[in-house]
């Protein structure tokens, strides 16, 4: 007993000494050293640890700011250092603290190191983990053995992971997770800030988020707004549609994102393409809006059509319905090519409940060496390619013969049928006009026919009118080719606009329009019903 008490006295003036030492050493810049306050049983013991004192029982130390805790400790003055054992607790201040089984904690180097069921708490924010090695010197912690960080909007977990208490700032770093209710973030390398909730995306990443998906490789997300800004090529999906951009912005929370820089928008459930340079997404309601360079490429057709506009819109109607509808929207200087047809006009609507592109104001259309046009073009669409084409008001049909000869019709309204992609029978009702160069059988001009009728019907073969019907009380001339009156040879409306048709899927994005004096009367009138097609005879 008198030994034990010799040996505590011995003790105390030991940390006595070694507070005063600490006292100048803080005076004059030197280390900082760690001081045992409290033990309830205190002893040395050469044979178990000749270099350190034994302390059991409500152990508590001190280094500066700092204050450990735990049930039993060995303690290395010399080395200014202790290993503590059993509920270790370290507090700084009222807003720091980690827990730990064992710490091992070095005065010189101010370096922890904690083992078993780690758990550091900063304000809000908990790490948890099995090994954590904490510096004080920057108070930064971090695992290397899988942990996570939590905090009111989120959990983080990694393999590796680093945390700062000063900036609030994690970097985690293979097998990273991120996740909250609505939200889940599966990355390689990713910063997370606890106090500005923003995630930093350093590496290739995978973000889901109800029926979304994204993926990116740099760029930011905030957990509490649930904004995301993401850069270099990185893909937004959802519902079978995909867009990919050089930069994206998406609101997971209202459900929209925008994208800038060569945007590619695929739909693969309607079997079409858009692309432009900004692009707003709307997945509530499913549309899609692009411009700036805009094209639509429809690859739903055994022809692809590539198509542009200043502007282009793809909007879903009755979604989540047995009546879901889709209509795509072109505006202003529409151009579009594909290998057998080509268009022009002012805008242009595709519905999807009849399959029917409409083109409005000026409307010229294609068909290798068939040129169509009037006030409205219809084109109805089948599964593989075009069923038919309807033409309403101040219609023309021209057929290029040669540089000087045209085959020409023109009438109120207008139908073609197709067959595997060319016109195979016309339909014409309404103040027919004709001019007709029939060929014999070595495709030399017989002669020119000019004709008028209410009605006609025509068919073509090989993409060329071969024969034309109308009613008996039409008129018609026939002329030899040197009897041909020149104010015969071309109808008051013809005009071949060659010059305007797009030659190819990057021409598109050079508009010529029609030269003046040659676009469309402005007419204003009512719907009168035209005559069906009956009584028909062969000319």
Not at 123 to 130: G, I, P, S
Not at 279 to 308: C, W
Not at 325 to 330: G, I, N, S
């Amino acid at each position: 007993m008198r030994k034990f008490a010799v040996i505590s006295i011995l003790l105390f003036h030991i940390i006595a000494v070694a507070a005063q030492a600490q006292a100048d050493s803080t005076k004059t810049g030197q280390k900082s050293y760690v001081h045992m306050l409290h033990s309830d049983v205190t002893r040395f013991d050469e044979a178990v640890n000749p270099d350190a004192w034994i302390l059991v029982g409500d152990v508590r130390f001190r280094r500066d700011s700092m204050y450990m805790y735990c049930d039993s400790a060995h303690y290395f003055q010399k080395k200014n250092a202790f290993q503590a054992f059993g509920n270790v607790k370290m507090e700084q201040g009222d807003t720091l603290f980690l827990f730990g089984d064992y710490l091992d904690f070095d005065g010189n180097t101010n370096l922890a190191r904690v083992r078993g069921n780690v758990r550091l708490i900063d304000h809000n924010t908990v790490l948890e983990t099995d090994s954590l090695d904490f510096d004080r010197n920057i108070n930064l912690g971090y695992f290397f053995k899988y942990g996570t960080l939590s905090d009111e909007e989120s959990t983080l977990s990694s393999y590796y992971g680093e945390y700062s208490i000063d900036s609030k700032e994690a970097f985690f770093q293979y097998d990273v997770s991120l996740e909250n209710p609505k939200f889940r973030l599966l990355s390689d390398t990713l910063r997370y800030n606890t106090a500005s909730k923003y995630a930093t995306i350093l590496g290739p990443t995978n973000m889901y988020s109800g029926q979304s998906e994204v993926y990116s490789e740099r760029g930011h997300y905030n957990t509490a707004s649930k904004k995301a800004f993401l850069l270099d090529r990185s893909v937004l999906y959802n519902k079978k549609k995909e867009i990919t951009a050089d930069s994206l912005y998406y609101d997971i929370a209202a459900g929209y994102s925008e994208a800038f820089g060569d945007i590619v928008f695929s739909d693969t459930l309607n079997r079409n393409m858009l692309k432009g340079e900004y692009a707003y997404v709307n997945e509530i309601v499913d549309s899609a809006y692009i411009t700036d360079r805009a094209m639509v490429i429809d690859f739903s057709q055994k022809d692809s059509l590539f198509m542009h506009a200043d502007t282009i819109w793809a909007v879903s109607y009755n979604i989540d319905t047995d009546s879901l509808y889709r209509m795509v929207k072109a505006y202003r200087k529409v151009r579009a090519w594909g290998k057998e047809m080509q268009a022009v006009c002012d805008s242009l609507v595709f519905d999807s409940r009849d399959t029917c592109m409409t083109m409005y104001k000026d409307p010229i259309l294609w068909n290798n060496g068939i040129q169509l046009l009037g006030e409205v073009v219809k084109v109805y669409l089948d599964s593989t390619s075009i069923d038919w084409v309807h033409i309403m008001r101040q219609t023309l049909y021209a057929e290029e013969m040669d540089s000087v000869n045209y085959n020409q019709i023109k009438g109120q309204e207008m139908k073609f049928f197709f067959d595997e992609g060319k016109i195979s029978e016309m339909q014409v009702i309404g103040s027919v006009e004709i001019v007709f160069y029939p060929l014999d059988s070595d495709s030399s001009y017989v002669g020119m026919n000019t004709t008028v009728a209410g009605k006609a019907i025509a068919y073509l073969k090989d993409g060329q009118v071969d024969k034309v019907v109308v009613p008996k009380e039409a008129k018609g001339v026939f002329y030899p080719m040197s009897q041909r009156p020149h104010d015969k040879r071309y109808l008051g409306n013809f005009v071949w606009f060659d010059y305007v048709r797009p030659q190819s899927k990057e021409d598109i994005f050079n508009w010529r329009g029609k030269a003046k004096g040659t676009t469309l009367k402005v007419i204003n009138r009512g719907n009168i019903p035209l005559p069906v097609l009956n009584g028909l005879k062969e000319e």
